[in-house]
């Protein structure tokens, strides 16, 4: 891992962990703003309708997730996890367009873009192959592989079969000469 990625991955993770754990230990500053959302969405989904339960088990998520990201364990799956917290996060927690009050609407506004900084971060992070080959190039070189193998294979089976052949008729030739030479003349 480079020099980068192991000062970056602490920094970027340090926000969602603290505030993984705090949702965990305070959910109830949380609650009320998840309470409308908890309320559309449970019930269609068939799941449980206690927003305090969502707000601390987001926090759980976050705050494991950020810390495997933190320690470079499983980076893209763990920024992925990172990613599916932070957007209800945002949503309930910096609604400015809800706000009446120009500051206060400033405030949740630049908290909102944060977050959006964040979520950005996150997303490059799942992507991020540290220099190595992603699966999809895998994926593609691996069938690359598999079309040449096949390829080759055919072509071998060609010659195989063409030489069996030329043998076959060289075999049958020599044994009508012989044969012919063991009849009488």
Do not use: C
């Amino acid at each position: 891992m480079s020099i980068v990625r192991r000062i970056a991955r602490p920094l970027l993770a340090a926000s969602f962990v603290a505030g993984g754990v705090d949702a965990v230990l305070h959910p109830m500053p949380k609650v009320d703003a998840v309470r409308p959302l908890v309320a559309q969405a449970a019930p269609r989904l068939g799941l449980p309708d206690d927003p305090e339960l969502y707000v601390r088990a987001n926090g759980a998520v976050m705050a494991a997730a950020g810390a495997l990201f933190a320690l470079g364990r499983l980076p893209r799956i763990s920024s992925l996890l990172l990613v599916g917290t932070l957007l209800p996060s945002t949503y309930t927690d910096h609604p400015f367009w809800q706000e009446k009050d120009p500051a206060a609407k400033r405030a949740q506004r630049t908290l909102f873009l944060k977050n959006l900084g964040l979520l950005g971060a996150a997303l490059i992070a799942s992507v991020d192959t540290e220099g190595r080959p992603g699966l999809a190039w895998r994926g593609r070189r691996a069938v690359r592989q598999a079309e040449k193998a096949s390829k080759r294979a055919a072509r071998d089976a060609r010659r195989t079969a063409k030489l069996a052949q030329l043998s076959g008729r060289e075999t049958a030739r020599n044994a009508v000469h012989a044969a012919q030479s063991a009849l009488p003349h």
